[in-house]
C-alpha cells in the first residue's frame, strides 16, 4: 500500500484525520500514548494557538494511505529538542521511517533530541534502543483516580470563593495567575480563549478560585475523554507562589472530581512532571488507584550521524564490489 507522507498545515480536516489516528492509539492499552488526543488539543488550540503554518509545517508530519487514513505522526510539542512518534497498530513497518525522516529534516541542525515513552509499551522502546537511543531518566507520572466511590469532601477557608470561570469572567487576573504558577511570561489572553474555544471544553469544568480582593489565585481546567465519556483528565492545574500549602489545589481537584463523576466519568487522570517535582505530593495525597511512569529517551546526533555515514559508506563498498 502507498503511503504518502505531509507537512502539517494546520487544516481542521488535517487535525481531524491526526485526532482519529490518536483515539484509535487510546484504545490500545498495550501502546505508548505518551502524545494523546488530549495533548494534541493543547499543542494546537493553547501552547501554539498564536503560532504561523510556518510552525507547524516544521514540527509535525503525518503519513496517510490512499484511502485518506492517517497511520503515522512526528510531532514535536515544543518546537525544540522533543518530539513524538505515533504509529497505527497495523503500520508497526513504518515506524523506521517516520524516525529517519525526523532525524534528516526535523532534527537538522540540533545536537541533541528526545521523546518520553510510557514504560509499559517495550516494543516502541526496544526500537528507539536499536537506533542509538538511551534511556535519560523519569520524565512524567500519570495517576488513575476512581470516581465511583470517591471522598469529594475538602476544605475551603470562607473568605475564598470557588467559581466557574465564566461565573468569575475577568481573563487579565486568569492570564497574571498563570504568569506567577508556572513563570509563563509569554502567556495571553488569546491563548486561553483559543483553549476555550476548542471542541471539548466544557465551562463548568473550567474552574477557578478567587481571594478576597477578587484576584484568582488557583485554576484548573476539567476535561471528559472523546472516545470514553465514563474517561476524563484534569489539565491544567497551578496555584500562585503566594497561596501554596493552603489546600486551594487539593480543592479544586476534588470539586473538578464531583462535577466530572456528575457528568459520568469513573477515571480521571492526571499528568505531573516526575519527583521531585513538588506537584506530586499533591496529587498522591489525592488517593489514586494507578500511576504509568514516562522515561525520557534521548540520541546524541553527532554520535548518530557518525554511525550513519560509517554504516551507508561499508554499503557503499558492498555495492561497488558487487558491480
Not at 162 to 182: I, M
Request: aromatic fraction near 14%; hydrophobic fraction near 35%.
Amino acid at each position: 500500500m502507498k503511503i504518502a507522507n505531509c507537512s502539517f498545515t494546520n487544516s481542521d480536516a488535517e487535525y481531524n484525520l491526526i485526532k482519529k489516528l490518536l483515539l484509535e492509539i487510546e484504545n490500545r492499552p498495550d501502546m505508548d500514548n505518551r502524545w494523546d488526543p488530549g495533548s494534541m488539543d493543547w499543542w494546537r488550540y493553547n501552547y501554539h494557538a498564536e503560532k504561523g503554518v510556518d510552525f507547524f509545517q516544521a514540527n509535525a508530519h503525518y503519513w496517510q494511505t490512499k484511502t485518506g487514513q492517517v497511520v503515522g505522526l512526528f510531532i514535536s510539542e515544543y518546537g525544540e529538542d522533543d518530539f513524538f512518534i505515533v504509529v497505527y497498530p497495523s503500520f508497526g513497518a513504518l515506524f523506521p521511517e517516520v524516525l529517519n525522516w525526523g532525524l534528516d529534516v526535523w532534527a537538522r541542525g540540533k545536537t541533541k533530541i528526545s521523546t518520553s515513552v510510557f514504560t509499559y509499551d517495550q516494543q516502541k522502546i526496544a526500537q528507539l534502543m536499536g537506533a542509538g537511543f538511551y534511556e535519560d531518566g523519569h520524565e512524567a507520572n500519570v495517576r488513575t483516580y476512581t470516581l465511583r466511590p470517591y471522598d469529594f469532601s475538602y476544605d475551603l477557608k470562607p473568605e475564598f470563593k470557588l467559581l466557574t470561570f465564566p461565573e468569575y469572567g475577568n481573563y487579565e487576573s486568569r492570564v497574571k495567575l498563570v504568569h506567577n504558577a508556572f513563570n509563563n511570561p509569554s502567556y495571553s489572553e488569546a491563548r486561553l480563549r483559543s483553549l476555550q474555544s476548542s471542541p471539548e471544553y466544557q465551562a463548568e469544568l473550567d474552574l477557578v478560585i478567587v481571594n478576597p480582593q477578587g484576584e484568582s489565585v488557583a485554576y484548573c481546567m476539567g476535561w471528559v475523554e472523546e472516545n470514553d465519556p465514563k474517561s476524563g483528565y484534569i489539565e491544567p492545574m497551578g496555584v500562585h507562589t503566594d497561596y501554596r500549602r493552603m489546600g486551594l489545589g487539593k480543592a479544586l481537584a476534588k470539586e473538578c472530581f464531583k462535577r466530572l463523576a456528575n457528568l459520568g466519568v469513573e477515571h480521571v487522570t492526571i499528568a505531573s512532571h516526575a519527583e521531585p517535582n513538588v506537584s506530586n505530593f499533591l496529587y498522591e495525597s489525592l488517593n489514586p488507584t494507578s500511576i504509568k511512569r514516562a522515561y525520557r529517551y534521548s540520541l546524541n546526533l553527532d554520535d548518530c550521524y557518525k554511525l550513519r555515514s560509517v554504516k551507508d559508506g561499508k554499503r557503499n563498498n558492498e555495492e561497488v564490489r558487487i558491480s
